[in-house]
């Protein structure tokens, strides 16, 4: 059992930075794969980025990458998503999400979810 906390969201202007850690709960963290996805008001959840258990693969949806990236801290229990040059289409709830090893991009596929936290990107 894996339970996750987002936190870091706030209200930022664009062109700015902002970075998200995902907190873990539980053993065995450095199995999971964890991904970072988003959901803006009246849209479907989206994958931004994901990473594999050792930290040696990632994915990034087209239109976030060079602007976001995914690390991990398997020391802390945290991965984090450190995103720059933010734009207001960037407003949404963000969750971070947990399945064993390997990564994938379907929402359907993780097995564990965090509360979410609301990030807002004023133009």
């Known amino acids: 059992q894996v339970q996750l906390a987002e936190s870091g969201g706030g209200l930022v202007q664009a062109g700015g930075s902002l970075r998200l850690p995902c907190a873990a709960s539980g053993r065995f963290f450095a199995n999971y794969a964890m991904g970072w996805f988003r959901q803006a008001p009246g849209k479907e959840r989206e994958l931004v980025a994901a990473i594999d258990w050792s930290g040696g693969s990632t994915y990034y949806t087209d239109h976030m990458k060079g602007r976001f990236t995914i690390p991990r801290d398997n020391a802390k229990n945290t991965v984090y998503l450190q995103m720059n040059s933010l734009k207001p289409e960037d407003t949404a709830v963000y969750y971070c999400?947990?399945?064993?090893?390997?990564?994938?991009?379907?929402?359907?596929?993780?097995?564990?979810w965090g509360q979410g936290t609301q990030v807002t990107v004023s133009s």
């Open positions: 999400a947990a399945r064993w090893h390997s990564m994938v991009v379907l929402a359907s596929l993780y097995d564990y």
